[in-house]
């Protein structure tokens, strides 16, 4: 078995992609699929809030030279943040379970969906309440009361990330091959 093509200075640049399609998907889930997430949700976009600025921090610190001690620090740091997304995610899901007791503020009744048959300019001059923690909308697979929510998938997913940023902190610098270039004198 080969090895990921990953190291600590290729990780921040893949790891600010992961992010950005995390927090894309769960704004699709938001804005396209009316799913408007709970106080529990949020907490989770959070840690990919903050994993997006250091891997850029990281990308610009090593443009600007950086020694593999300094990368090996940034993959481990964002190795952190995965691993309080896990954290997060896995109490939520627990939660959702009954498994696990949850912040007092998230047992509001409500749907999660917005109503599709007011006007915008109604449901913006109206308080809103904030959807359940407790309530999964959908689990995989189908529906079952033991399946993975969302909060559980993501928490499943940060736990991967958590795992290849610390794969890629403990990887050498990745060479180029050069073997078909020409000797210099």
């Known amino acids: 078995m080969s ?4 190291d600590r200075e290729r990780w921040p640049l893949v790891a600010l992609l992961a992010s950005a399609a995390t927090l894309a998907l769960a704004y699709f889930f938001e804005i396209a699929l009316n799913q408007a997430p709970c106080q529990m949700c949020w907490w989770q976009r959070y840690v990919y809030f903050a994993a997006g600025p250091i891997a850029m921090i990281a990308i610009a610190l090593k443009w600007r030279g950086a020694g593999p001690r300094l990368m ?3 993959s481990l740091l964002l190795a952190a943040t995965f691993l309080v997304g896990f954290v997060i995610a896995a109490w939520h899901s627990l939660f959702e379970w009954d498994l696990a007791p ?3 503020g998230c047992t509001a009744v409500s749907g ?3 109503p599709e048959d007011v006007p915008l300019s109604e449901i913006l001059s109206r308080p809103q309440a904030i959807p359940s923690c407790k309530d999964a909308l959908w689990r995989v697979p189908n529906d079952e009361p033991w399946g993975l929510s969302m909060a559980g998938l993501n928490a499943v997913w ?3 990330l958590a795992g290849i940023s610390l794969y890629a902190a403990s990887q050498p610098p990745m060479r180029t ?3 078909n270039e020409p000797v210099q004198p």
């Open 3 to 6: 090895k990921l093509p990953l």
């Open 72 to 74: 090996t620090t940034f």
């Open 102 to 104: 949850g912040p007092a």
């Open 112 to 114: 999660g969906a917005l």
């Open 158 to 160: 940060s736990m991967i």
């Open 177 to 179: 091959d050069t073997a």
